[in-house]
């Protein structure tokens, strides 16, 4: 019997099939397009930060959400799948820096009940999907 986590994981699997089929660039990837969303997301709350932290947890935080869909894009536009999962891989990274970062400005005080925890998570559960679909369908 399937359980709900079963099937989340069985429609990212079919998300990865269906992204993977009709993929002509980067900018057809729902991944990107989510990714770009919490992007712009994060410019839009630290820009509220106080202006002492332009230098430090903005600049830190918007270089980590601006990482994930340009390594996503870079990704794709590679030859390989090999290079689109490395890239894949470090926009995962720059996808934990960037949660780091978002915890400690809650935990600060920078930041209150913004909507960035949920984006987040969507971004990781699409980018572990894709992922999760290269490993389960190896290139023939």
């Not at 079919?14 to 997301?41: I, P, S």
């Not at 332009?54 to 340009?70: L, N």
């Not at 913004?114 to 679909?133: A, M, N, P, T």
């Amino acid at each position: 019997m399937l359980d709900t986590d079963d099937i989340q994981v069985s429609r990212e699997a079919q998300e990865g099939r269906r992204q993977e089929a009709e993929v002509r660039t980067h900018k057809d990837l729902e991944l990107w397009k989510a990714a770009m969303d919490l992007a712009k997301a994060v410019y839009l709350v630290t820009s509220r930060f106080p202006k002492e932290e332009v230098y430090g947890m903005t600049a830190q935080m918007r270089r980590a959400a601006v990482s994930v869909p340009c390594n996503i894009a870079e990704g794709a536009a590679r030859n390989s799948r090999k290079e689109f999962i490395q890239f894949l891989y470090v926009a995962l990274g720059s996808l934990a820096e960037l949660e780091t970062q978002w915890i400690l400005a809650t935990d600060l005080g920078l930041a209150r009940d913004e909507s960035l925890e949920s984006k987040i998570e969507q971004v990781r559960k699409l980018l572990l999907g894709l992922l999760r679909h290269f490993k389960q369908h190896p290139p023939t």
